[in-house]
């Protein structure tokens, strides 16, 4: 399933989606139908954590921070959702031609396209997360529900703002046979306003 769920701390909005162990059940409207079906080829325990890629495409106007781009590895028990493991990794940004040749026809003026992996010493991390679902018995993986969540940070480069904030990510993995589209042309700001944010990206700590 996929799910998003909000915001913002210290300025930066958040976009996070889950896919849950088990196949996508149900998602949000900015799903393009072609991904449901593409996601069924994609084993959350037998994928190559080494060869995942996230590729965001984002407005120029905001920023994607220095470990903006995330993933978290998570297991809860169903009958009370108490967390049994999580592991929190962070992307790191990667300037592969090959991975954005992919992508070409998401270049945009006024957009930037990022690709990210997760880092060589995380692997481990992920590969540790397969491995313990994996040892579980039929009956103990019932109880219980596994999640990889992807999540986007970003905050405002200047005081003026774009009327909308159009966000599209896209993921690559080894079973998926290249890029597909998580969501496309996602409003930032909209979705946090539906779900109790306050709707509004603010300036960069740092920005200039």
């Known amino acids: 399933m996929f799910a998003h769920k ?15 162990l088990g196949g996508l059940i149900s998602a949000c409207g900015h799903v393009p139908l072609a991904t449901i079906a593409k996601l069924s080829q994609f084993d959350m325990l037998e994928t190559d954590p080494g060869a995942l890629r996230l590729a965001v495409k984002y407005p ?25 493991m999580e592991e929190k990794l962070a992307f790191e940004e990667t300037e592969s031609k090959a991975d954005k040749a992919e992508l070409s026809q998401e270049l945009q003026t006024g957009y930037r396209l990022e690709i990210y992996r997760i880092p060589e010493e995380n692997v481990p991390f ?6 313990h679902m994996a040892s579980m018995s039929k009956s103990d993986r019932e109880k219980v529900e596994g999640s990889l ?3 986007v940070t970003g905050c405002l480069l200047t005081d003026e703002k774009p ?20 969501v ?7 979705q946090m306003a539906e779900i109790g944010g306050e709707g509004a990206l603010e300036r960069c700590p740092d920005a200039v």
């Not at 210290?10 to 896919?19: E, F, Q, T």
């Not at 106007?61 to 009370?80: H, N, Q, S, V, Y």
């Not at 496309?184 to 909209?190: S, V």
Request: avoid cysteine; glycine fraction near 10%; aromatic fraction near 6%.
């Open 6 to 20: 909000t915001p913002a701390r210290s300025g930066l909005a958040r976009l996070v989606l889950v896919l849950m």
């Open 60 to 84: 120029d106007a905001i920023r994607i921070p220095e470990g903006g781009a995330t993933m978290a590895l998570t297991i809860k028990r169903k009958a009370d959702g108490t967390v049994l």
């Open 126 to 131: 992920f590969r540790s997360f397969q491995k």
């Open 149 to 151: 969540s992807i999540g």
């Open 163 to 182: 009327s909308e904030i159009r966000v599209s990510t896209f993921l690559k993995a080894a079973e998926l046979g290249g890029f597909i589209t998580l």
């Open 184 to 190: 496309r042309n996602f409003d930032l700001e909209e």
